[in-house]
């Protein structure tokens, strides 16, 4: 069996019609990158910086700590693309009660619909620009690519770009090393599905993040258990979205992945390929299924077979049958 894992590890994932899947890894912890190319991971699909940040007393880690935090994972992942998300804090992931940022968080009643992600980053300028300043600077030990979560407003685009301008200015000014990086943004909010086209004039590639998008378009509160049942990644408006995104991305010669729960789940891995999806990122210990899956599945057929399931009332019955059928192809 090990054996047997090894060998998928160094296999590429490709479909029996022979369309290339790139697999990425999500990580929390720069050291995480390990169990990412241990797994036969290509990249990092998202790091979620937000882990430097959580769980510490007092101060947030400064410009020097996050520079090596980046720097490490860089390493770790020996010339393979890493993907680093600014920070995603607020919501199902606070800070510290300790820290001093929390006291911003204290009054708020609906905190996903809050400061968080995105929005919190730009509430302090300040302290955005150490973080990017550290990816920028990490970006000189490898192939970095910078991911922003929550966008959901033009003026917030063009307000990281901005913020973007100003630190490689600065690094230049202090000629300090750092390097250029691809700049992507999550679609996790269905305003942004919806305004794609804006969104791909200003970013190299796009990566949707499905635990926020369903959790947003179906107003369900993803950390509530007594509406979890109503959490659901089939529900048609939900799909809508991302295979529009999937689609328009496409039209555009733009990069393309999802970096959600949905990627790392084998229920949907013919879905996603039938939608076109061809890079997946998700937990490490998840790559080998899909990428068996991937190994089984028909590109062509899964196009139907997405097409019926797009146009279901019930998209998941649509599902249960059509991968019985899949199965069969191997
Ligand atoms: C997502 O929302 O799908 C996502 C990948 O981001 P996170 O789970 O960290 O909010
Ligand atoms: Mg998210």
């Not at 910086?49 to 390493?75: C, I, K, W």
């Not at 150490?130 to 970006?139: E, F, G, P, S, T």
């Not at 509530?224 to 991302?242: G, K, M």
Request: hydrophobic share 45%.
């Amino acid at each position: 069996e090990r054996e047997r894992l090894t060998r998928l590890r160094h296999k590429p994932a490709v479909t029996l019609d022979g369309e290339r899947v790139e697999l990425l890894a999500n990580i929390e912890l720069p050291g995480d990158g390990v169990a990412a190319l241990a797994g036969g991971a290509e990249g990092v699909g998202l790091f979620r910086s937000e882990f430097l940040f959580m769980n510490r007393d007092g101060a947030l880690p400064d410009e020097e700590e996050q520079y090596q935090a980046y720097r490490d994972a860089v390493t770790i992942m020996q010339g393979l693309p890493v993907t680093i998300r600014t920070v995603d804090i607020g919501s199902d992931k606070p800070l510290d009660r300790m820290s001093v940022h929390e006291l911003r968080h204290e009054h708020t009643l609906n905190p996903a619909m809050g400061l968080r992600a995105i929005r919190w980053s730009l509430s302090d300028p300040a302290m955005f620009e150490v973080q990017l300043r550290a990816i920028l600077r990490a970006a000189s030990h490898g192939p970095v690519r910078l991911l922003v979560p929550m966008l959901t407003h033009l003026s917030e685009i063009r307000a990281t770009f901005d913020a973007l301008r100003r630190v490689r200015a600065q690094l230049m000014r202090e000629s300090i090393p750092h390097g250029s990086v691809e700049i992507g943004a999550m679609v996790e909010v269905p305003a942004a599905a919806l305004t794609m086209p804006i969104f791909l004039r200003y970013f190299d590639f796009v990566s949707i993040g499905t635990n926020d998008l369903i959790q947003y378009t179906l107003a369900i509160d993803r950390a509530e258990e007594a509406v979890a049942h109503l959490y659901d990644p089939w529900h048609p408006a939900v799909l809508r979205l991302i295979a529009d995104t999937i689609s328009q991305a496409h039209a555009a010669g733009k990069g393309i992945s999802v970096c959600g729960e949905m990627a790392g789940d084998i229920e949907f891995t013919e879905l996603l390929l039938g939608l076109g999806l061809r890079s997946f990122s998700m937990h490490p210990a998840q790559i080998p299924a899909i990428k068996q899956r991937i190994l089984r599945s028909d590109s062509k057929r899964l196009r139907a077979y997405a097409a019926a399931v797009m146009s279901s009332d019930e998209p998941r019955s649509v599902g249960k049958d059509v991968s019985v059928a899949g199965a069969k192809v191997d």
